[in-house]
């Protein structure tokens, strides 16, 4: 059997729990399935970083860390990354940065990483790379003579071609993808997107096998909507550290109903609007004031990047706002928490919410959506509002999906889900959380890397 080596931007922490969810939870569940090798940023950032990887070996994961230079930071991670294909690959072209620097730092460290990989890699491995920040390591792995079959897997929207050409270099970008043996994508959406590229900007072709062929080169792409540990999640829902969240939780809530809402500290996330959305139900349906609160837990990330500073600012003003509006001296309507919980905490708190309030203007998926649901009590679960532009709501249909741009939809969203019999919730949960145990996050490394055994790279 090949051995499986994982390349992504940051690696899991090798000791302590993981708060973050996403690509490291995901890819983690995936490599202690099966062992392997996990290559990346070592999250150090050093004038004279070290020359050779890092090598730690935990149970059956190897991994091998590299440090970058300040240059590299600024120019590959905070630049081309974070304010350049972060924000266009979801829609914001405004926000996005197309310094030319940016770009060559991409290809650096691309090829730096490449470099760094390739003697570590045996015969036979299966290399799968993940998400933006390496699109253009398979082609830097490619130069250094690797034959080895390697896999992309894009996390995030992959934008519409009419969004994707604002990108100077997007015509390269997509190049690189041609390197892989197989490219795959969360949804439909993005995998017609990029097709539609291929055909419509590249002059390329789409053929009824999986195969797209542009740039001289063939690849397959395909859709392959990212799981999570489902059965590990729903039962950490009841593990005795959950229960004590559950205690404290409902104890400051002296039988009063909750919103949750779980997001890094992102513009995409459209959190300034989520709590206009929880400010509109209380205008319109004064009945809830005093019987429910939101809570709102964002994490911050990135928080160099100017933009990210703003949205900060935004939400305590817009949170402060909202709660010196309405609040009781018995009852505050919004909670604020910028800080991160555990996992398991995570859980305690999702069963123990009437709603997952889970609207980004654009998510490759949102695994938040898919964990709130496997949190929840069979015999009285939640009810989950979700976003229409997230890439779990292909999947979660039966939730109440909603536009995160209609404030008064999504208002009357929550009054709704406020007001669900059980009854109607059991209904909805049941088929949602059927479909979360049959595509779990095995289920999804398993078609991938199945998909990926079988390809060819065609030249």
């Known amino acids: 059997m090949s051995r499986l080596v994982v390349v992504s931007n940051r690696v899991a922490p090798v000791k302590g729990k993981a708060t973050a969810g996403g690509l490291a939870v995901a890819v983690l569940a995936a490599l202690r399935a099966s062992g392997g090798l996990w290559f990346g940023w070592s999250g150090e950032v050093s004038q004279s970083p070290t020359t050779t990887p890092a090598l730690f070996h935990v149970g059956r994961v190897t991994y091998a860390l590299v440090d970058l230079s300040t240059e590299d930071y600024d120019e590959y991670y905070n630049g081309f990354a974070n304010r350049c294909l972060w924000p266009l690959f979801h829609y914001r072209a405004d926000l996005a940065s197309f310094d030319r620097r940016f770009y060559a730092g991409h290809l650096r460290v691309n090829a730096m990483m490449a470099r760094e990989l390739a003697p570590l890699l045996e015969a036979d491995d299966l290399v799968w790379v993940h998400d933006f920040h390496l699109i253009s390591l398979g082609q830097e792995l490619r130069r250094l003579g690797s034959r080895h079959r390697i896999g992309f897997f894009l996390h995030i929207p992959f934008p519409a071609a009419e ?21 795959g994508f969360q949804t439909s959406d993005s995998l017609r997107a990029f097709h539609d590229y291929v055909v419509n900007e590249a002059g390329g072709t789409v053929g ?5 062929r542009a740039f001289g080169r063939s690849v397959r792409a395909a859709a392959f909507p990212i799981g999570i540990d489902t059965r590990d999640f729903a039962a950490m829902a009841t593990s005795p550290g959950a229960q004590r969240h559950q205690q404290r939780l409902a104890a400051s809530l002296a039988g009063r109903d909750m919103i949750i809402g779980v997001d890094r500290l992102d513009y995409t996330k459209g959190l300034v609007e989520r709590m206009l959305a929880f400010e509109r139900l209380l205008e319109r349906f004064p009945g809830v004031r005093g019987r429910v609160s939101m809570m709102q837990i964002a994490p911050p990330s990135r928080s160099e990047v100017p933009e990210y500073i703003d949205i900060r600012r935004q939400l ?5 706002h909202i709660n010196g509006r309405f609040a009781e001296f018995d009852w505050v309507p919004l909670r604020y928490l910028n800080k991160a919980f555990s996992r398991r905490a995570l859980s305690g708190l999702f069963r123990s919410s009437r709603i997952g309030l889970v609207t980004p203007f654009r998510d490759g998926m949102n695994l938040v959506a898919k964990e709130f649901v496997a949190a929840q009590n069979p015999e009285d679960p939640g009810v989950l509002v979700l976003s229409r532009f997230a890439g779990a709501a292909h ?25 669900m019999p059980r009854a109607e919730r059991k209904a909805r949960w049941r088929p949602m959380m059927k479909h979360l145990l049959a595509n779990d996050v095995d289920a999804w490394r398993a078609r991938f890397l199945e998909a990926l055994e079988a390809a060819r790279r065609v030249a």
């Open 395 to 419: 999947e979660l249909t039966e939730g109440l999906i909603v536009n995160p741009f209609d404030t008064d939809g999504v208002a009357e969203a929550l009054a709704r889900g406020l007001e």
């Open 208 to 212: 009824r096998d999986g195969f797209v």
């Open 316 to 320: 305590e003003t817009t949170a402060g």
């Open 163 to 183: 969004v994707l050409t604002v990108l100077p270099s997007h015509r390269e970008i997509v190049a690189a993808l041609f390197a892989y043996d197989l490219v």
